[in-house]
């Protein structure tokens, strides 16, 4: 194993790395040790605490389930609402008319500049003086109005970088033959850049799914995270055994849709049918963060 | 109209905000830079601990590991971390989220920082004769440093927009102090509009100035 930063290693390298190692593993077990001992002492470990989970389908069908099935609805939901208005915010962002550009790229950049959480505290308010939604929806609408705000705007930088990736020919091609401007977006640029994002699109649905438990710990938003509360109340205090199930399904689920993109991004950029222009995960972490990198990293 | 805010802590709670990110981002910086460290390193197993922490912890929500922190760590487990006060402790405790969640985000910066260099340079430095520390301290590091300035301003900037989650655990900053004044006053859209107004300087400038001294600084190529 060589890289940039050091050589093959040879058997004084290999001999430091076993005593590297040793230190490091017992560092590693002493850690465990305290861990397992804390939980050990508070009682967390008894199997009562665990046994909801693994003997009977209650706690899945009771508690997780449906919490998970409304995780999925609000991150869903605020996909399919965000998107189109991304496309067009992000399309509105490349006019040549500065009337059009202008506002658009104000809008953007205020709501990434905000964090989802006051979005959705604001949706939560507005829903519940302005509009006779039921008190029982208003999470969802809540939470749903602050990733549709949110991610909008994040989805308008990925469609704009998305378009500005591909080669210059492929637009100047497009005109030399005589395509109008709105041709040339909705015949040649559009189909190729959706491509292009698709990988960036799906990294950013794992941020959307880690942003609806914001709505179950302070909007209570029945999801899945809220779930883990409900469970522990009902099963006897069992707070680390309903962490640890609620997160591994996070983790399982997010890192499902995190190796699907980067497959996506392999795929893509191994294929000679596209022009190779591809929007990956690092991009969409640039365009979260807001203003900095953003598009004009793709050039680099 | 504004009458209403003199009663309340406005700038108290984004003076939390601003503790939160601050303490956060130094505690990250150094937990990200150990962990990107061993995700290089030639040791097998530390690479092996980078890669499964970075992977395990930027797949989790922050709310559950902020929200864990307070009902897993403090209230079942009896960790304090050496505070008295309730408010005290929660605050610590939110510290302590953002750090473990954030130096992930951290580490993979880094790492793509060192990624950028080509290992030509290496392979070009090691010609000349320069010893390992030489290659890594005279020609590797400094690329790779002045590289990440741009990906590690984008990691501050989600940092202080993330440290509105410590709401979740009563932490009084600027999103629960948002929360209090709408239950209170019949002002929504002028209450939004000072705490947006408020995060939008906060996060804006840190974005502008961050980014123009990235671009600055990052080696060409």
């Known amino acids: ?242 962490f640890t199930v609620v997160a591994v399904i996070f983790i399982a689920l997010n890192f499902a849709l995190t190796s699907f993109a980067s497959w996506l991004e392999a795929r893509l950029r191994r294929s000679k049918r596209s022009t190779g222009a591809v929007l990956g995960a690092d991009d969409v972490d640039d365009i979260n963060a807001a203003e900095v990198g953003g598009p004009h990293k793709a050039d680099g | 109209m504004f009458d209403f805010l003199e009663d309340y802590d406005l700038l108290g709670a984004f003076w939390t905000t601003v503790q939160l990110a601050v303490l956060s981002a130094v505690g990250s910086l150094i937990w990200g830079t150990l962990l990107a460290a061993m995700r290089v390193g030639p040791v097998p197993l530390m690479r092996g601990f980078g890669t499964a922490y970075v992977n395990i912890v930027r797949n989790i929500p922050l709310t559950v590991i902020i929200l864990f922190t307070s009902l897993g760590l403090n209230q079942t487990l009896g960790v304090t971390l050496g505070a008295d006060d309730f408010e005290t402790i929660n605050f610590r405790l939110a510290v302590l989220g953002l750090i473990l969640y954030t130096s992930a985000f951290v580490c993979e910066a880094l790492r793509s920082g060192i990624n950028t260099v080509p290992v030509g340079q290496a392979e070009a430095a090691r010609a000349l004769g320069l010893s390992f520390n030489q290659v890594l301290g005279l020609v590797v590091l400094p690329q790779a440093f002045r590289s990440s300035v741009g990906p590690l301003a984008n990691v501050l900037i989600a940092l202080i927009k993330n440290t509105t989650v410590a709401a979740a655990i009563g932490v009084a900053e600027a999103a629960l102090l948002m929360k209090e004044m709408i239950e209170n006053e019949a002002q929504l859209l002028l209450i939004s509009a000072v705490i947006a107004f408020g995060f939008v300087v906060l996060t804006l400038p840190t974005g502008l100035i961050l980014g123009w001294v990235g671009k600055k600084v990052a080696v060409k190529r």
């Open chain 1, 1 to 242: 194993m060589s890289s940039v930063l050091y050589d093959a290693q040879g058997p004084r390298a290999k001999r430091r790395n076993i005593v590297f190692t040793a230190v490091f593993l017992v560092g590693l077990a002493a850690l465990l040790w305290w861990v397992f001992s804390t939980l050990y002492d508070k009682g967390q470990l008894e199997w009562a605490l665990w046994k909801p989970f693994f003997t009977s389908g209650e706690a899945w069908s009771t508690y997780i389930w449906p919490g998970l099935q409304n995780t999925l609805k609000a991150a869903v939901l605020a996909v399919l609402i965000a998107m189109p208005l991304g496309a067009v915010l992000g399309i509105a962002r490349l006019s040549d008319h500065a009337w059009v550009r202008i506002p658009a790229g104000i809008v953007v950049e205020f709501f990434r500049a905000i964090p989802v959480l006051v979005l959705m505290i604001f949706g939560l308010a507005l829903f519940a003086e302005y509009t006779d939604v039921s008190s029982d929806d208003r999470p969802l609408y809540a939470v749903v109005t602050g990733l549709v705000l949110y991610n909008a705007s994040v989805l308008a930088e990925i469609v704009r970088a998305g378009i500005l990736s591909l080669p210059k020919g492929q637009s100047e091609a497009a005109m030399a033959i005589g395509l109008r401007k709105n041709q040339l977006m909705r015949l040649v640029l559009l189909p190729q850049a959706v491509t292009a994002m698709l990988p960036a699109i799906v990294s950013q649905l794992v941020v959307i799914v880690k942003d609806t438990a914001l709505g179950g710990a302070v909007l209570t938003f029945p999801e899945l995270l809220a779930s883990a509360n409900t469970m522990s109340g009902y099963y006897g205090a069992n707070v680390i055994a309903s």
